[in-house]
């Protein structure tokens, strides 16, 4: 198991910042998903070491954060969403030096640096001073200081912060690739839904210092109601009413909005062959309506994130 928690609660004096977490995390892209002030930084930071728990235990590759604080972070690779450059400094003088700090021999560490620079694509201004840099090559030295010392857990916290689209984009396929093809366990730290559900396969999502949800995110999607966007023509005001009905008595929660369209959702523990969309045709030819338009929503993160904390 590479983390594991146990009722793991966090304080700031009266303020709960994190709340009985209780969880186990086996492996691979782990996407750490809430809005800011949920306790995604927070988070990261006890499991480092930085802040003691108030309540609870937690571990990383089976050791205790609290006994073992340095033998985790000489395996654990950290980029904190806060500038962490030091100026004066070039590229390679910091991701050299940022090996060394972790126990790697000063021949090693610059070998090394010069590696993983080329890999985020800082290579032609690895000599510059990083202050000279723009905020999306500062995003990419901090990545691979996490990366210099062949960490086999990675904690990128908002790594997209600042970033244009492009680089934005550049930077989740960075953090696939290192999860899918350098076989390193990643937990990405982010507000940015798209950015999670691009990057990972398992999403633990946070709310005032909670879970609220924590799987597979493919298998998150299937366990959603269906969801179908219709839109009807013809027929009188009181035939729509009637056709919102008619779906209602056969499974569906309906909705009628203006301009003739409707969201159609299963209900709860529906059966699939009780909801089979073929009898929104049947039932639009019973009301003397015309069914114009049938699409099945496709959902996404955001919807699983927004009705585990009850927004519309």
């Known amino acids: 198991m590479v983390i594991t928690l146990k009722n793991l609660s966090v304080s700031y004096g009266t303020r709960p910042a994190l709340d009985s977490l209780s969880l186990e995390v ?87 640096a010069h590696e993983v620079l080329y890999y985020v694509g800082v290579d032609e201004e690895r000599y510059r001073p990083v202050g000279e840099y723009s905020t999306g090559m500062k995003q990419r030295v901090k990545l691979a200081q996490a990366l210099v010392h062949d960490a086999k857990l990675l904690f990128l916290d908002e790594p997209t912060n600042g970033m244009d689209t492009s680089g934005r984009e550049e930077m989740i396929s960075l953090v696939k690739d290192i999860s899918a093809n350098k076989g390193i366990n990643t937990i990405l730290s982010s507000h940015l839904l798209p950015d999670v559900e691009t990057a990972c396969q398992e999403v633990i ?48 929660l309906a909705e009628l909005k203006s301009g003739g369209r409707l969201r159609v959702t299963t209900r709860e523990n529906a059966r699939t062959d009780e909801t089979d969309p073929r009898c929104f045709f049947r039932l639009a030819l019973e009301c003397g309506i015309q069914l114009r338009q049938l699409r099945e929503v496709k959902h996404s993160l955001e919807d699983i994130f927004a009705e585990a904390i009850g927004v519309e």
């Open 205 to 252: 999502a946070l709310h005032d210092g909670r879970v609220v949800v924590h799987g597979n995110i493919e298998a998150l999607k299937k366990q959603q109601h269906r969801a179908f966007d219709l839109k009807i023509v013809g027929g009188s005001e009181d035939a729509g009413v009637a056709y919102v009905r008619a779906l209602e008595r056969n499974r569906y």
């Open 26 to 112: 086996k492996g691979g892209a782990i996407g750490l998903l809430g809005p800011n002030g949920a306790g995604k930084s927070t988070l990261l930071k006890t499991l480092l070491g930085f802040v003691p728990p108030t309540e609870g235990s937690a571990a990383i590759f089976g050791m205790d954060i609290q006994t073992h604080a340095l033998a985790i972070r000489q395996q654990v690779g950290y980029m904190p969403e806060d500038d962490c450059l030091i100026p004066g400094m070039n590229a390679v003088q910091l991701v050299a030096y940022a090996g060394e700090l972790c126990g790697m021999p000063a021949r090693d560490a610059l070998q090394r």
